[in-house]
């Protein structure tokens, strides 16, 4: 009865979320505490689901039973032709709720949305400086690995000076005495 009032009685104690069955809020779970039950016998890959577990194995077996028939790709799954095909449909069906902007993909859309909140959860440990996106972090972590190039003394820049001029002029010696 429940599926058709629509009541969803089990509540994650995380994040809120609700489900109909005590079965799915238990594997809902598996996204907080990370944990993986379910792995991949040829590769060791782990998998929240067994779903996705069965699903990934199709990528070790060369098994692409769904394709696309306007371009003749494959796909592992019916979700991926799915989504693969609103390349050709032109469908964004996710809508940012601050502005028109459309996505053929959910994760983008969300995405998208943290340019709205200017939320910037992703804090460099070096220096204090925020990011609203993991790669962009990552990103600037590249500065404070890579020696900075202007940080050689002027006696260095000006030896480096002195034997470039060297060179240019060794070189300038042999072109003029060939060309006599």
Known sequence: ????????????????KTFLRSSNLKTHLRVHTKEKPYSCSVCGKSFSRWDTLHAHQKTHTGVREYMCFECEKTFTTANSLKLH???HTGEKPYKCSHCDKRFSVSSNLKTHE????????HTCDQCGKSFSFKTHLKLH??????????????????????????????TNAQI???NT
């Open 1 to 16: 009865m429940m599926i058709h009032t629509g009541e969803k009685p089990f509540t994650c104690d995380q994040c809120g």
């Open 141 to 170: 972590l590249k500065i404070h690995a890579v020696e900075k190039p202007h940080k050689h003394s002027l006696r260095s820049r000006a030896i480096s000076s002195a034997a470039r001029n060297r060179h240019r002029t060794d």
């Open 114 to 121: 943290m340019i709205h909140s200017r939320e910037k959860s």
């Open 85 to 87: 095909q609103r390349i």
């Open 176 to 178: 003029q005495d060939r």
